[in-house]
T-cell receptor, first 110, second 112 residues
Framework: GDSVTQMEGPVTLSEEACLTINCTYTATGYPSLFWYVQYPGEGLQLLLKATKADDKGSNKGFEATYRKETTSFHLEKGSVQVSDSAVYFC?????????FGPGTRLSVLP | SQTIHQWPATLVQPVGSPLSLECTVE??????LYWYRQAAGRGLQLLFYSVGIGQISSEVPQNLSASRPQDRQFILSSKKLLLSDSGFYLC???????????FGPGTRLLVL
């Protein structure tokens, strides 16, 4: 079946460091891809999405590019802030079937 | 604009007691609705989803049940809670052909 794999956390960075959270997927067709963010004690918020190959989603300084050839959707940010500390979920959607990765916890230290 | 509400926000219940969590969506019609559970420090587990009134699909056999009495209302229930039912319960909605899920604020349940 369809699945999403994310890098193991937790990830701890200093403020202004570069961030990459790896995400790869397996799917029987051509899914839409998403990154969600969950701040402490809250629900998930959609961070960005991409619906076809080579699309780049971006929001709040984060970006991710839909790479069909490597079945990847890595999340990147050039300079993280303390307020970016959260859990990040990669997800795919195909034919109304949603699959979430296990989540990666990011802690940004001042 | 669309909004999704969940209540209560926090709940502490004894083992063996009943449960009813409610989720309502505003600003959209005929949404797909979902219940997820998130155990402490873990990922999301899809419990139920619904594509219409009275239509419930269960992903994981357990002592929980779900009902959809109205188009934009989704209820998660249990007759007798277990310790293992503790967790963070998230409701989500999506619109057919739009592919994106939107989540509510969640209900934190602690079973003692």
């Amino acid at each position: 079946g369809d699945s999403v794999t994310q890098m193991e956390g937790p990830v701890t960075l200093s403020e202004e460091a570069c961030l990459t959270i790896n995400c790869t997927y397996t799917a029987t067709g051509y899914p839409s891809l998403f990154w969600y963010v969950q701040y402490p004690g809250e629900g998930l918020q959609l961070l960005l999405k991409a619906t076809k190959a080579d699309d780049k989603g971006s929001n709040k300084g984060f970006e991710a590019t839909y790479r069909k050839e490597t079945t990847s959707f890595h999340l990147e940010k050039g300079s993280v802030q303390v307020s970016d500390s959260a859990v990040y979920f990669c997800a795919l959607s195909l034919d109304q079937n949603f699959v979430f990765g296990p989540g990666t916890r990011l802690s940004v230290l001042p | 604009s669309q909004t999704i509400h969940q209540w209560p926000a926090t709940l502490v219940q004894p083992v063996g007691s009943p449960l009813s969590l409610e989720c309502t969506v505003e600003g959209t019609s005929n949404p797909n609705l979902y219940w997820y559970r998130q155990a402490a420090g873990r990922g999301l587990q899809l419990l139920f989803y619904s594509v219409g009134i009275g239509q419930i699909s269960s992903e994981v056999p357990q002592n929980l049940s779900a009902s959809r009495p109205q188009d934009r209302q989704f209820i998660l229930s249990s007759k007798k809670l277990l310790l293992s039912d503790s967790g963070f319960y998230l409701c989500a909605w999506s619109v057919i052909d739009k592919e994106t899920q939107y989540f509510g604020p969640g209900t934190r349940l602690l079973v003692l």
